[in-house]
């Protein structure tokens, strides 16, 4: 199979894509992965730092959701597969819409998150064609999709 590119969007505190990348490096698999901006101050200066300053804390705060949507959703339309995870620290609202975005154009979805938030994730997680607990099941999922093979066979 071609190579997979696949879009990794969601919590922005944790090294969770780079255990994934490096897992999949590991494997030797294929994959191409894009993500949001992580860096919280450039994701949210985007806006005013390209179009011009803003008066109100509402308009920069638009004006950088907007910059952040032109390449969100431009990434999970060239993706092949997304995976979104949710932390529990902080509401990562924009994950639940990447989620949501991504399942309504068709786009296979992976959510990644803890058991303690299956409950309040539940709608997101019945969206999703997989949800994983780790970086390590996420990576054998994509083992899986490219190449046939379970673990440890």
């Not at 190579?3 to 990348?21: C, K, N």
């Not at 490096?25 to 993500?35: M, R, S, Y």
């Not at 991504?102 to 994730?121: E, Y």
């Not at 709608?123 to 607990?133: F, I, Q, R």
Request: glycine residues 8%; proline residues 4%.
């Amino acid at each position: 199979m071609a190579a997979l590119t696949v879009y990794l969007s969601g919590e922005i505190h944790t090294d969770w894509r780079e255990q994934i990348e490096a897992g999949a490096k590991a494997e030797g698999l294929d994959i191409v992965f894009t993500a949001p901006v992580t860096i919280h101050e450039n994701s949210d200066d985007c806006g005013v730092a390209i179009l011009g300053g803003e008066d109100k804390p509402f308009w920069k705060d638009r004006k950088g959701a907007q910059m952040n949507a032109i390449r969100t959703r431009t990434l999970i339309e060239k993706a092949d597969v997304v995976v979104v995870r949710f932390g529990d620290k902080y509401k990562q609202w924009n994950a639940a819409f990447d989620a949501g975005y991504a399942s309504g154009i068709g786009k296979p979805l992976v959510v990644m998150h803890a058991p303690d938030l299956t409950h309040p994730l539940k709608e997101v997680d019945a969206a999703a064609l997989a949800v994983a607990e780790t970086a390590a099941q996420v990576v054998q999922i994509f083992k899986y999709v490219l190449t046939g093979a379970l673990p440890g066979r």
